[in-house]
């Protein structure tokens, strides 16, 4: 397959615009629920380094109403922080999974056993827990700057609950640790009995940090690490993959970089709600009380970048994995031909990206 496949061929461009007059794919509320802004590491490029930190206990109990609201208006119930999981939030953590709210949990695997056993108690309403994992066992602990061996505590944890409770495994990847993802890949596969479902294993690009790969470095290196791992469960985390895949499904392509318009982050110790998990500065509003939300604006949204001439013209635009407020500004013609080269990869290597039918 060329290269400037996409610029040439017709049919996809009459199909990209047929898809794109569809009707949009009804999608439910996205709720991030943050509850702590304390972790018990310090990741050298934790995007919350500069936010404005409030060290306090909450108790969710508290809020009763709100989180009845949360989990009857959301698809998907996303709890992170801060680290989620530590000690001082059992109760928190307790009453959640008592109150039967499916949870997608973001920790980085450091939990202490009775934050395990109940986990493991209430796994029926656990949707997936998602740890993240930064390289081998020294590189990892070398980018987290505590004493602790948080990465063998991060692996008896997947261990404990592997095979009961589903899980990914978020490799967060940059220049400083790009050369050691196989071996943690091979070190993954031959420690821990993986089940053929269950598990996910994701390639995850680190934005906004001084060693930042690109789009396409991170498609390279997927690529490579699928010719030598036949592994189904290996995916990656690529706004372009995500599109093509909606395409591919004959449904419209959202605008929006990243589903923003179907985000809400409850900060609970800052009493406010934003959009983005990673911009606690894109709020919507900040009267929000224990029993009631007041919105002062429902569609503060955060800024899109794909609106100039150029790029509304241009027609990869609907894959384009540009636009985030924390990139800088969008440099034409270059992105476009990036794109292309980006897009004919995946296609040229397409089995490994998405689920085709035989």
């Not at 439910?28 to 050298?44: H, P």
């Not at 690529?223 to 909606?246: E, P, R």
Request: charged content about 30%.
């Amino acid at each position: 397959m060329k290269y400037n496949f996409f610029l040439n061929d017709k049919k996809f461009i009459l199909d990209l615009y047929k898809v794109n007059k569809a009707k949009p794919i009804k999608k439910g509320l996205i709720s991030y629920l943050k509850i702590n802004d304390d972790c018990n590491l310090k990741c050298d490029y934790c995007f919350q380094k500069s936010d404005n930190k409030i060290k306090k206990i909450i108790k969710l109990r508290e809020y009763i109403q709100i989180i009845s609201k949360i989990k009857q208006s959301s698809d998907k119930i996303y709890l992170f922080g801060g680290e989620p999981l530590l000690l001082k939030n059992y109760e928190n953590i307790r009453y959640l999974l008592e109150s039967k709210i499916n949870l997608r949990i973001f920790t980085n695997g450091t939990f202490e056993k009775c934050i395990l056993d109940l986990l493991l108690e209430n796994h029926r309403y656990i949707d997936k827990l998602i740890f993240a994992l930064d390289g081998t066992e020294e590189t990892h602990n070398s980018r987290k700057n505590v004493a602790i061996n948080s990465f063998q505590k991060s692996i008896y944890n997947i261990k404990s609950i592997n095979g009961r409770i589903k899980f990914e495994i978020q490799i967060n990847i940059d220049k400083t640790n790009i050369d050691t993802i196989f071996d943690l890949i091979s070190y993954i596969i031959n420690t821990i009995p993986l089940k053929d479902k269950g598990y996910n294993i994701v390639l995850n690009r680190l934005m906004k940090v001084k060693g930042e790969i690109s789009e396409l470095e991170l498609v390279n290196l997927y690529i490579k690490i699928k010719d030598k791992f036949n592994n189904k469960n290996i995916l990656v985390n690529s706004v372009v993959v995500n599109k093509l895949a909606t395409y591919f499904e004959h449904n419209k392509i959202d605008i929006d970089r990243c589903n923003i318009r179907n985000i809400k982050v409850y900060d609970f110790s800052k009493e406010i709600i934003y959009r983005c998990p990673q911009n606690e500065y894109k709020t919507i509003t900040n009267r929000f009380h224990r029993q009631k939300v007041y919105e002062d604006n429902k569609n503060n949204l955060m800024s899109n970048l794909r609106n100039g001439k150029l790029c509304l013209k241009c027609i990869f635009q609907p894959f384009c994995n540009k636009g985030c407020l924390w990139e800088d500004k969008i440099k034409y013609p270059e992105c476009k031909e990036n794109l292309n080269i980006i897009i004919t990869k995946i296609l040229d290597k397409a089995d490994y990206f998405f689920y085709l039918e035989k």
